[in-house]
């Protein structure tokens, strides 16, 4: 199963807490100049693909892993790239990959992809797409005590497989995001394929990161549904964070019949649950494609496929993995011609713990909507 391939920097939206900030459920994004992170020239390892960051604070720098796709588009190790402020950020190891995929022969000999990152007890952790040459998906896991050398844990061997045969993930599994509670307990919301050929999302929970039990009876917690005038074909890349008892999932969604939003027509929903299982999504998508009648024109976002949120003081950043789809010759040939592709903002205001000093700062309540903290 080859996932598509796409040309694909990742852009940036910045959010400002505000005392006089409307209370709405939900703000349409507005277009800027940001790429943040693009991809790299011809022969590096991320020549053709920057996508799919995993973000943490580090010091006083923000560190950024992300994934790389070659020359040939499909074969992909991870790189590190880092900033003081989110918005500049600085390839490191020389513009080398930090982790690469494996030998030939095993579970990850093709690729690696798709990481997300955690630290605690005295490490870094790391979670990803794993891509064998048959394109077997599955998730492995590898720790690091400086974030930049790598090594791979339970043997070389993934940590999750698909599942049994009949389920939802009975194929492959894949686009894993880790989150850590206040009881230490792992959370792990991945993509699974089986016998309704798309993507649904499933959700597991570890004790050590490495032996996992699936949740939900196997069970996807999340599955395609309508929301707004969007009418989901499949839904996938999940990025979920953690605030107060609850948790906050952006997604992406493809719409099976909206082709008012091409040549992609993707989406990024936010969902929001009590337990990690159980879902209530927004009642309109956060971001949506630029119209198909604009999908020739650069200085639109063609596909909008994942999302990670950076918090900080009174700052919170969006960033996008951003699609170029059939669209890619014409968005390089623009950026050659120093007229970059534009990106998402919004005011939306995700009020968290970080934003304790932020006179007016703003909560979440569960169905998504905002009002001042007391």
Request: glycine content about 12%; overall charge positive.
């Amino acid at each position: 199963m080859r996932l598509p391939a796409l040309v694909q920097p990742i852009l940036l939206a910045s959010v400002f807490c505000s005392a006089t900030y409307a209370e709405r459920p939900y703000r349409v994004f507005e277009k800027t100049n940001t790429v943040v992170l693009d991809v790299g020239g011809r022969g590096k390892f991320d020549s053709t693909q920057a996508k799919y960051p995993s973000i943490l604070r580090v010091g006083e720098s923000w560190w950024m892993w992300y994934n790389g796709r070659t020359d040939d588009r499909f074969t992909g190790s991870i790189g590190l790239a880092t900033s003081k402020d989110g918005v500049r950020w600085e390839k490191q190891n020389n513009g080398t990959p930090v982790f690469k995929h494996g030998k030939p022969g095993t579970f990850d000999s093709t690729k690696v992809d798709h990481p997300t990152v955690l630290r605690f007890g005295g490490k870094f952790h790391m979670w990803y797409t794993a891509g064998d040459a048959a394109s077997r998906y599955t998730i492995g896991y590898a720790t690091s005590d400086d974030g930049k050398q790598w090594e791979r844990q339970n043997g070389g061997r993934p940590v999750l497989g698909a599942g049994k045969k009949g389920q939802f993930d009975d194929q492959v599994v894949l686009h894993p995001a880790v989150v850590r509670d206040q009881r230490g307990l792992l959370h792990l919301w991945y993509n699974g394929v089986g016998p309704q050929k798309s993507f649904r999302v499933g959700h597991a929970t570890s004790r050590d990161g490495i032996h996992w039990t699936r949740s939900n009876q196997g069970q996807p917690v999340l599955n395609p549904s309508r929301v707004g005038s969007f009418d989901e074909g499949y839904v996938y890349n999940v990025f979920v964070m953690i605030e107060g008892d609850k948790f906050h999932m952006w997604y992406s969604a493809w719409a099976k019949n909206d082709r008012t939003t091409g040549p992609n027509h993707n989406g990024i929903v936010h969902a929001v649950s009590q337990d990690g299982d159980h879902w209530v999504k927004d009642p309109v998508p956060t971001l949506t494609n630029g119209p198909r009648a604009a999908s020739t024109n650069t200085r639109v976002l063609p596909a909008t496929w994942f999302a990670a949120i950076v918090v900080g003081g009174c700052i919170i950043r969006l960033l996008l993995a951003r699609g170029a789809g059939s669209t890619a010759c014409h968005w390089r040939r623009a950026a050659a011609e120093n007229e970059p592709p534009l990106m998402c903002t919004t005011e939306k205001p995700w009020a968290l713990a970080d934003w304790s000093g932020c006179p007016g700062r703003r909560t979440l309540r569960g169905n998504g909507t905002s009002r001042p903290a007391k």
